[in-house]
């Protein structure tokens, strides 16, 4: 499989031939179709975010078709279209049971392996890392069985990669972990991947008719973009937009075929796999929306 490797942090990404490792138990081969092109993958690449393992295949935001799965995989088959979750889940910690998935207490944040401590992709003998557990700047990709969420094949899946990280994340952001009701006024400080879906989720608990009286606003406060409290407000931050992968990634998919969530308009600029760095230039310049990597 053909995939954009960073060698090292603050230098530019390479294209290379990787070997792949069939998927394992609860796993799943994934053939890419598309992958976004996120501000988390610039900062990996660019060395703002310092310790990430080397070499790597970035790419956290995906969608493609499964191609093969492993022994005792029971949610996938040969053939499911897949959005791609940075988020695995256990379905057994007490964060998964109550319903909190995108807080799974047994995720192994950003070691750059699958759960089971390990990668399946390899350069000439060595381990190449897997970048949000997805590393969807790939051909192909073997992911856990938590993170590939079947969906309507109906969903162009160019458009459906953003679904994985940038709308979930903002949209969740408003419906989930804020809880905006119809009416309330809402402030959005930044409109990029995520800042737009904030406003788009907004936009969708909205009531129909004007405005509500400002003594009936809600005061909800959420600093989704970064998982980080607002200044002066306090712990009011949010993961993953409250994502319940398996529930919430098929809704916003349904909500954008009845012609409720808007994704095209998002992407500002497609690219080939060979083009990773022109992507990252452009998204660096703020002169993209979203930028998607075509294979």
């Known amino acids: 499989m053909r995939a954009s490797v960073l060698f090292e942090q603050g230098k530019p990404v390479q294209v290379e031939e990787l070997d792949l490792e069939a998927p394992r138990e609860g796993e799943a ?5 598309a992958s976004g092109v996120c501000h988390s993958c610039l900062h990996a690449a660019d060395g703002s975010w310092k310790g990430v393992p080397v070499p790597i295949v970035l790419g956290d935001e995906g969608a493609g078709v499964v ?6 995989t ?12 940075w988020a695995p889940t256990c379905g057994r910690c007490h964060f ?67 679904i994985g990280c940038s709308v979930m994340t903002g949209v969740g952001a408003v419906i989930n972990t804020a809880a905006v009701p119809a009416g309330a006024s ?3 400080f ?12 907004g936009v969708m608990v909205a009531e129909p008719r004007g405005h509500l009286r400002p003594d009936r606003r809600a ?61 990252f230039r452009a998204l660096a310049a703020g002169e993209l929306g979203r930028g998607l990597i075509m294979f």
């Open 96 to 162: 998964c049971v109550i319903g909190r998935p995108n807080l799974c207490e047994r995720r192994q944040p950003g070691r750059g392996v699958l759960p089971d401590g390990t990668t399946r992709m390899s350069l000439r003998g060595q381990p190449v890392y897997h970048y949000g557990h997805v590393a969807t700047y790939a051909s192909r990709t073997v992911v856990a069985e938590s993170c590939a969420i079947a969906i309507d094949t109906r969903m162009p899946l160019d458009r459906a990669a953003l």
């Open 29 to 33: 081969l994934v053939r890419m179709t």
């Open 67 to 72: 191609e093969a799965v492993g022994p005792g």
């Open 219 to 279: 005061r909800h406060r959420c600093h989704p973009a970064a998982g980080r409290p607002a200044p002066g407000h306090g712990r009011a931050g949010c993961s993953y937009g409250g994502a319940r992968t398996r529930e919430d990634l098929p809704r916003l998919v349904a909500l954008y075929l009845a012609g409720k969530l808007r994704v095209d308009e998002l992407i500002t600029q497609r690219y080939g796999l060979d083009e990773a760095n022109e992507a």
């Open 74 to 85: 029971q949610d996938l088959q040969v053939g499911d279209h897949v959005i791609l979750s």
């Open 186 to 188: 809402m402030a959005v």
């Open 190 to 201: 930044g409109v990029g991947g995520v800042g737009l879906n904030v406003v788009q989720g």
